[in-house]
C-alpha cells in the first residue's frame, strides 16, 4: 500500500467514525435513567412557587424588634426600595415555638407549624434584583436574562425520568406566573427537557389534558405511525447527518403518544380516597400538591406547582392578604409532607418552598395605596423552607438582622440554594454542565457553593 492509498483508507475512517457518533447522537435516549456522580440523598424534586413574594417577617422569620419600634423610622440611613417604603411596621399576627426544635412559626401557618420539625428554614435568603421578571428568571433559570434551562430541565438532562409514560418534569398552574413558560424552558438544550405546563384549574383529566386521546386512530394504528417515522427519520439521518430538531421533534411525538396510556390515571385525583382529598382542600393549589404526590409516586423527576395566575403573593397594598393566601396553602402543604412521609418518600423527595423574593419590614408608602398596610419586595433577604431528600429538619439555618431586611448571618444566595439542590440529587454543580455557543454552561453559572450544614 502506497502513501496516498493509506492517506484514502484513513480519510474513509475517520468519516464513518463521524458518521457513527452523528447518528449515535441523534438516536441516543436522552431522557433515560443515568446515575448521577455520587449516591444522592433525594431522586425527585417538588419546588412550591408562591409567586409574588411572600413576606419572611410574617411568616418564618419573627423580629419582636418590629413590634418594639413600629411606626418609626428604621435606624441609620434611609433604605432605598424599589417604591417610596415609610416607617417599620409590625407583623398583624403572632408568632409561637412549635415542635421538638421550638421554631417560631406564624399564626397564619398553623398546619406546617405542628410539622415544623420536618423542615429546615432558611432565614438567609438573598437575591440580585427587585423586579419579579429577572427575580423569578433567576430562582427558576440561574440566570437573570431568559433562555437559560430551568432547573426542571437540568434535572431531567442530568437524571433521566422513571416514568416514560409520563413527562420527567411538569408544571401546574392556573393559569401563567410572570413571563410563564421561560421560567420551565429547556434554553438550549433539546426540547424533551422543557416542562409540560398544565393549567390545574379543573377535576376532570380530560380538561387538565386536552386533546389527550386521539379520536381518529387507535392505539396501534398509531404505534405503526411512529415506528415507520422512526424508519423515515433513521434514512435521513443516515444521508445528511444528525438533526437536534428533528430529534427532538420525534422525542415530543412518542412522548405524547406514550401519555396516553397512563396521563388519565395519574391526573385523576378522584380515585383518591375522599378522606385524602378533603385533607388537601382541592383547591387549584392544593390539587397540585396531591398531583404532585401522585406523579411522584410514578417516578416524575420534579413537578413544580405556582401558586397562581400572576403574582398573588406581591402585596403592595394589604400585606393582610397573607393570610387569605396561607389558608390555601397551609393544608395541602402539611398534607403532602404527611403522606409522603406515610409511603416513605419524603426521604427521596426534596421539597422546596419559597418566592422570587421577600418583602421589607417598612410599610410601602409610594402614595399609590389605597390601604397603606403592605410591603415592598425585599432584595437582601428573605426565607426559603426545605423538606426531605437529605435535608435537616427542625432547624433553622442563618438569619436576617433584628428587623428583617438583611441577611446577616450565614447568607444563602439563590445559585448557593441550587448547588445545595443539586448536592443533595447527587450532583456538584460544577460538573453538570451542557456544552452550548463554544463554552461549558451550568445552573449555577460561574457562582454557587452547597450550604452542608443543612444537609444530612
Known sequence: MNRRQLLRTLGGGFALAGLQSTIQAATADPMAVRQPHFTPKAKHVIFLFL???????????????????????????????????????????????????????????????????????????????????????????????????????????????????LPGFVVLCPGFPVLGSSLWSSGYMPSIHQGVHIQNSAVEPEKLIQHLRNTEYTSEEQKKQLALAAKLNAKY????????????????????????????????????????????????????????????????????????????????DDIRVHAKLAAKTDGPIAALVDDLKTRGLLDETLIIIGSEFGRTPMIQNSGLEKLG???????????????????????AYGATDEFGFKAVEKPVHVHDLHATALHLLGFDHTRLTYRHAGRDFRLTDVHGNVVKDICA
Open 51 to 165: 409567586n409574588g413574594g411572600i413576606s419572611q417577617v410574617d411568616t418564618f422569620d419573627p423580629k419582636p424588634a418590629l413590634a418594639k419600634f413600629d411606626g418609626t423610622p428604621m435606624p441609620g440611613p434611609k433604605i432605598k426600595t424599589d417604591r417610596a417604603s415609610g416607617t417599620l411596621m409590625r407583623s398583624p399576627w403572632e408568632f409561637r415555638k412549635h415542635g421538638q426544635s421550638g421554631l417560631e412559626v406564624s399564626e397564619i401557618f398553623p398546619e406546617i407549624a405542628k410539622r415544623i420539625d420536618d423542615f429546615c428554614v432558611v432565614r438567609s435568603m438573598y437575591t440580585d434584583t427587585g423586579n419579579h421578571g429577572p427575580s423569578l428568571q433567576l430562582m427558576n433559570c440561574g440566570h437573570q436574562l431568559p433562555g437559560r434551562p430551568s432547573m426542571g430541565a437540568w434535572l431531567t438532562y442530568g437524571l433521566g425520568t422513571e416514568n416514560r409514560n
Open 237 to 316: 439521518v443516515a444521508r445528511v447527518g444528525g438533526d437536534v430538531g428533528l430529534d427532538s421533534a420525534v422525542q415530543s411525538l412518542e412522548s405524547a403518544y406514550r401519555l396516553q396510556s397512563e396521563a388519565m390515571d395519574v391526573f385523576d385525583i378522584r380515585k383518591e380516597p375522599e378522606k385524602i382529598r378533603e385533607r388537601y382542600d382541592v383547591s387549584d393549589f392544593g390539587r397540585g400538591c396531591l398531583l404532585a404526590r401522585r406523579m411522584v409516586e410514578r417516578g416524575v423527576r420534579m413537578v413544580q406547582i405556582f401558586y397562581g395566575n400572576g403574582q398573588p403573593w406581591d402585596n403592595h
Open 373 to 395: 398596610c403592605g410591603r415592598d419586595h425585599n432584595v437582601p433577604g428573605f426565607t426559603v423552607l426545605l423538606a426531605g431528600g437529605g435535608v435537616k429538619g427542625g432547624m
